[in-house]
């Protein structure tokens, strides 16, 4: 009888240090590319569209404004000239930025790019924290 209380604990014994190895194994084994993905997401500002315009004065050309939410806790580093994305298509360049710090919101009025359609309610974005933003014309490649 003490031979298989012995025996059954060594058996449980070995079969807790398997799972605990496999699980740490399994844990080292993943690929470091999904940390630069969410560092290159965090760096984002997506935003929606919401209005359109022709021109506001005279002389001046189209453009679209766009609004982004929950900046309670971060700090913008957007300035004018930054480009504006969707997808991996440069589709404008910033005209005018209006910080709502009380709300944690950005007003993001845009010109758009050469021959590019933007329209009301697209889901466009902007590099949030780029050390140089405004010399930016490609989107942030993850490796």
Sequence with gaps: MRQRLIKCFAVTVFAVVLVISWQVWSVGQQPGVEKSKNAAAASRLEFEVVQSFDAKYEGDTPGHMGRAGGLASRKPHVALGDAVFRGDQKVGTVTGLT???????????????????????DAVWLVLDSPNPATTSEPPRTK
């Design 99 to 121: 910080w709502n710090r009380t709300n944690g919101s950005l007003d993001i009025e845009f010109d758009p790019a050469d021959k590019a359609r933007v329209a009301v309610g």
